[in-house]
């Protein structure tokens, strides 16, 4: 497993686009978290049944992958305070992609991803030091700002 940091090169709309997947994805990590922290569990199947509907109906835009994706990262924090306290995050915080949600082509420097407004492409510069990941298969990444 290896980290490549790389800058997305957004314009302003994207960029909005961006924070508000940010905080859709904060309210649902929040209602997941809440719940699993009032019904003392971090299972991810127990979460999931018990939020799963309620988030897609509060939480408009968000796709069902960052809705899972949300509830699975407030479990694993609830499993880290041991449910002592109710975790929390920052409005503007990363958001883990996985799958189909992002796409990036390393290669030539291209990113889509999902976002509460649709999908967005961007560019961003590829250093000459990852030349010797270009044929790794994106697994998972993280959003941060």
């Not at 090169?9 to 929040?30: C, G, I, P």
């Not at 509830?71 to 503007?92: E, G, I, V």
Request: charged share 25%; with cysteine; net charge positive.
């Amino acid at each position: 497993m290896r980290t490549l940091r790389v800058k997305l090169l957004v314009d302003e709309e994207q960029r909005k686009a961006l924070f508000a997947t940010m905080e859709a994805y904060t309210e649902a990590y929040d209602i997941t978290a809440s719940w699993g922290f009032q019904n003392h569990t971090f299972s991810r199947r127990d979460v999931h049944r018990g939020t799963y509907r309620t988030v897609r109906d509060t939480v408009k835009g968000l796709s069902a992958s960052l809705v899972e994706t949300a509830a699975f990262d407030a479990c694993a924090n609830l499993r880290m305070t041991k449910l002592k306290s109710q975790p929390r995050r920052k409005q503007h915080g990363a958001i883990r992609y996985a799958g189909h949600t992002m796409r990036i082509i390393l290669r030539y420097g291209f990113v889509s991803m999902s976002t509460v407004y649709g999908r967005i492409t961007s560019q961003f510069p590829f250093p000459k030091c990852y030349e010797k990941y270009l044929d790794w298969t994106i697994k998972s990444s993280l959003l941060m700002y």
